[in-house]
């Protein structure tokens, strides 16, 4: 598993909140609820995405944006029209002034909004719970990216059009695995365009010495690696390994191998029911105490709080 694969490998809805909301203008919905990825796609008509002190940015047909939380947004047909909805936590929808607005704007399955054929479209998929994003993803991206059109077409588009009004046996399932997929074929035409200012490991793929480094590391977390190990599967010497390593990676190869050892061990937690001394093993840890530990160190919880709050 390369670095980029081992980073899209994180996205993994579980009953994400997915839904086709269909808009006459004027129209403003301000967005509270915290998620740590939405995803919103343009299927007809125009949009205005505003973060809270952010940039606002318009969204054309065929456009997809991803907002990265949990800051607030504002989505309006122009940026100056008042908010008319507030999206809270865990799918909530009020009114600005407080009252509840849940029922009453309901179009059909999983459709929101005016009227089914409303001039302006968009296709929203939420992940709920901040497990289902990696941390290392969520820090390598910005508040809010865009992808125009022009730029990048999307077959999944289509077909999530038609899938999201559905309503049978598994679709949930079906839905979670193409928000899944949808978000990665996005994040990886984003971090090939030149304004998407990629993390260094990313960067550092492409350098014939670091690239093989990091593919080393990806690839085997649990082989006990050293700087000196490392250097001569790469060819190169112990201090021009661990120099050129930091400056484009931007921090030392033992630290890198720390965080990616962490990361696997926090989706191991989420997603398996092995045992601590079992997930220590897969990924370069000699006891369930020095994972703990580590662990405890990184992420501020122990790995059973983790495994807990992920559940």
Known sequence: MD??????????????FMIRACFEPPWAVRVEDRAPLTVMVMARGEAWVT?????????????LAIARGPDPYTCADTPGTDPQALILPGGECRYPDGSSL??????????????PDA???MLIGTYLMQGEISGRLLDALPPLLTLPAA?????????????????????EVVLDRLLDLLVISALRAWFS????????????????VVGRALRLLQDDPAHPWTVS?????????????ARRFTELVGEPPMAYLTAWRLALAADRLRDSEDTLAAIARRVGYGSAFALSSAFKRVYGVSPQEHRTRAA
């Open 151 to 171: 730029v990048w077409q999307c077959p999944l588009t289509p077909l999530l059009m038609e899938e999201i009004v559905r309503d049978e046996p598994g679709q």
């Open 119 to 121: 001039p302006t479209v």
């Open 229 to 241: 190990s490392l250097a001569a599967k790469a060819g190169v010497s112990r201090a021009a390994l």
């Open 193 to 208: 365009r030149p304004e998407a200012a990629a993390p260094g490991w990313y960067q550092a793929l492409g350098d014939p």
């Open 51 to 63: 973060p809270d002190g952010g940039e606002q940015v318009r969204l054309g047909p065929g456009d």
């Open 3 to 16: 670095a980029l694969a081992g980073l899209l490998d994180g996205p993994r809805a579980h009953g994400a």
């Open 102 to 115: 849940n029922g009453s704007m309901d179009l059909g399955v999983r459709t929101w909004g005016d009227r």
